[in-house]
């Protein structure tokens, strides 16, 4: 423990200086199976979590390096169950562009020339940045060949709520995903994140919180539609006010709770075929990061994590 803040306080000397990350010494921290994670990609990782999302800085030290620990011990992982996969497919410079622009995009960058701007504000490695985006991208495939038959969605359903009302209610919504651990309770686990959440902020107890893959955007999901969402969850949303968050609510996987930002009721012209497949596109995600999360939690018991 004295060696991992010894090594905090180094990180973050170099961090607040503004200093590379080759101006740190690379000390081996952590083994995952045979995978190793050292104190230049904590570095990284920190400066990526912070491109990402700047809120990440009200946050105490030994809180951002835990949250990039965490983060690339997920990664590490998801190397793992690929496989050779992912040594054996590189993504082409237009697939990495779009891949940049819809991580950053929720940061309210949206051009190419402004993302790499502000990610050399950051000293953000390419190639690091890259591989992690790889990792991810092939982790994605690889759940929805996984799972892919496990979807199910109401079509019928969707379009009749579709076509019964041109009014239509939309949610900006941020949420936060977790699991129980260790003989833990809901109550006790909720009452942990409520403090996190009155302390700090929702978007910073997202970054420590949550296990879905918005947790570094500090839990943002964007603008939902009401029929996008199941009747279970539009209840709980309905129920509060803006700014306010729910009660854990039970989903596979673990528990979510919803903090709603904003809402407005727009009248539209519905393009009919476009919104059935936005709506059916949401909902896919949704479940595939339920089952990304089952499967990981799964896997994650069989992995050996050493701190060295």
């Given at each position: 423990?004295?060696?991992?803040?010894?090594?905090?306080?180094?990180?973050?000397?170099?961090?607040?200086?503004?200093?590379?990350?080759?101006?740190?010494?690379?000390?081996?921290?952590?083994?995952?199976?045979?995978?190793?994670?050292?104190?230049?990609?904590?570095?990284?990782?920190?400066?990526?979590?912070?491109?990402?999302?700047?809120?990440?800085?009200?946050?105490?030290?030994?809180?951002?390096?835990?949250?990039?620990?965490?983060?690339?011990?997920?990664?590490?992982?998801?190397?793992?169950?690929?496989?050779?996969?992912?040594?054996?497919?590189?993504?082409?410079?237009?697939?990495?562009?779009?891949?940049l622009i819809s991580n950053y995009s929720k940061a309210g960058y949206t051009e190419i020339e402004k993302i790499d701007e502000h990610l050399a504000k950051f000293n953000i490695?390419?190639?690091?940045?890259?591989?992690?985006?790889?990792?991810?991208?092939?982790?994605?495939?690889?759940?929805?060949?996984?799972?892919?038959?496990?979807?199910?969605?109401?079509?019928?359903?969707?379009?009749?709520?579709?076509?019964?009302?041109?009014?239509?209610?939309?949610?900006?919504?941020?949420?936060?995903?977790f699991d129980l651990q260790n003989n833990q309770s809901l109550d006790e686990k909720f009452d942990i994140i409520k403090k996190g959440i009155k302390e700090k902020g929702f978007?910073?107890?997202?970054?420590?919180?949550?296990?879905?893959?918005?947790?570094?955007?500090?839990?943002?999901?964007?603008?939902?539609?009401?029929?996008?969402?199941?009747?279970?969850?539009?209840?709980?949303?309905?129920?509060?006010?803006?700014?306010?968050?729910?009660?854990?609510?039970?989903?596979?996987?673990?528990?979510?709770?919803?903090?709603?930002?904003?809402?407005?009721?727009?009248?539209?012209?519905?393009?009919?075929?476009?919104?059935?497949?936005?709506?059916?596109?949401?909902?896919?995600?949704?479940?595939?990061?339920?089952?990304?999360?089952?499967?990981?939690?799964?896997?994650?018991?069989?992995?050996?994590?050493?701190?060295?």
């Amino acid at each position: 423990m004295i060696k991992f803040l010894r090594i905090i306080t180094i990180i973050f000397f170099f961090i607040l200086n503004g200093y590379a990350a080759l101006a740190v010494e690379n000390k081996i921290l952590l083994k995952v199976n045979n995978e190793l994670i050292t104190s230049i990609d904590i570095l990284n990782e920190i400066n990526y979590l912070k491109s990402i999302n700047q809120n990440i800085n009200k946050l105490e030290n030994n809180k951002i390096f835990e949250i990039a620990r965490n983060s690339l011990i997920k990664d590490k992982i998801k190397e793992i169950a690929i496989g050779q996969i992912v040594n054996k497919i590189e993504i082409n410079d237009k697939d990495f562009k779009r891949i940049l622009i819809s991580n950053y995009s929720k940061a309210g960058y949206t051009e190419i020339e402004k993302i790499d701007e502000h990610l050399a504000k950051f000293n953000i490695n390419k190639e690091m940045l890259r591989k992690k985006m790889t990792i991810n991208a092939i982790w994605n495939q690889f759940i929805y060949d996984k799972y892919a038959s496990n979807i199910k969605i109401d079509t019928e359903k969707l379009k009749q709520d579709i076509l019964k009302d041109e009014n239509q209610t939309e949610y900006l919504l941020s949420e936060i995903f977790f699991d129980l651990q260790n003989n833990q309770s809901l109550d006790e686990k909720f009452d942990i994140i409520k403090k996190g959440i009155k302390e700090k902020g929702f978007e910073n107890s997202a970054l420590i919180y949550s296990i879905s893959e918005t947790s570094t955007s500090g839990g943002k999901i964007g603008w939902i539609s009401e029929n996008s969402v199941s009747p279970k969850i539009l209840k709980k949303i309905s129920e509060i006010k803006i700014n306010e968050h729910t009660n854990p609510i039970t989903i596979p996987g673990g528990f979510l709770i919803l903090k709603l930002n904003e809402k407005r009721t727009t009248k539209r012209k519905i393009e009919f075929e476009e919104e059935l497949n936005k709506i059916i596109k949401i909902k896919t995600n949704e479940q595939l990061n339920q089952f990304s999360n089952i499967f990981l939690n799964k896997i994650k018991k069989d992995v050996i994590i050493n701190e060295l």
